[in-house]
């Protein structure tokens, strides 16, 4: 459960950790996709919940997602939760969706 709830100002402060933290490194700037995939796609392998997202940037997974927990503070995960869950799929995307 998300411990507060989304709201623009948190949304702002997990674009600006997505850029510092260099997530944008793997996943491009606006999570669009390069190295990592793409966050704004809507498209999830691991599930794309809160929880989820949160339990992913928390504890990693394989094949090149690192593990934030021990790194970054929950209240700033979160905050690259309401970032990530911002982000708007385009229309066009024309792959299979990861969870149901």
Same mark, same amino acid.
């Given at each position: 459960?998300?411990p507060?709830? &989304?709201?623009?100002?948190?949304?702002?402060?997990?674009?600006?950790?997505?850029?510092?933290?260099?997530? /944008?490194?793997?996943h491009?700037?606006?999570?669009?996709?390069?190295?990592?995939?793409?966050l704004? /796609?809507?498209?999830?392998?691991?599930?794309?919940?809160d929880a989820?997202?949160?339990?992913?940037?928390?504890y990693?997974?394989?094949?090149?997602?690192?593990a934030?927990?021990? +790194? +970054?503070?929950?209240e700033?995960i979160?905050? +690259?939760? &309401?970032?990530?869950? &911002? +982000?708007?799929p385009?229309? /066009?995307?024309a792959?299979v969706?990861? /969870?149901?």
């Amino acid at each position: 459960m998300r411990p507060t709830p &989304s709201s623009q100002e948190t949304i702002k402060q997990g674009e600006q950790f997505f850029a510092s933290f260099n997530c /944008d490194g793997c996943h491009a700037g606006g999570a669009v996709g390069a190295v990592g995939p793409s966050l704004a /796609d809507g498209r999830w392998r691991y599930g794309g919940t809160d929880a989820a997202i949160f339990y992913t940037i928390f504890y990693g997974r394989p094949r090149g997602m690192p593990a934030f927990g021990g +790194l +970054l503070p929950a209240e700033v995960i979160w905050s +690259l939760v &309401s970032y990530i869950r &911002s +982000l708007e799929p385009r229309g /066009d995307v024309a792959t299979v969706r990861w /969870d149901p």
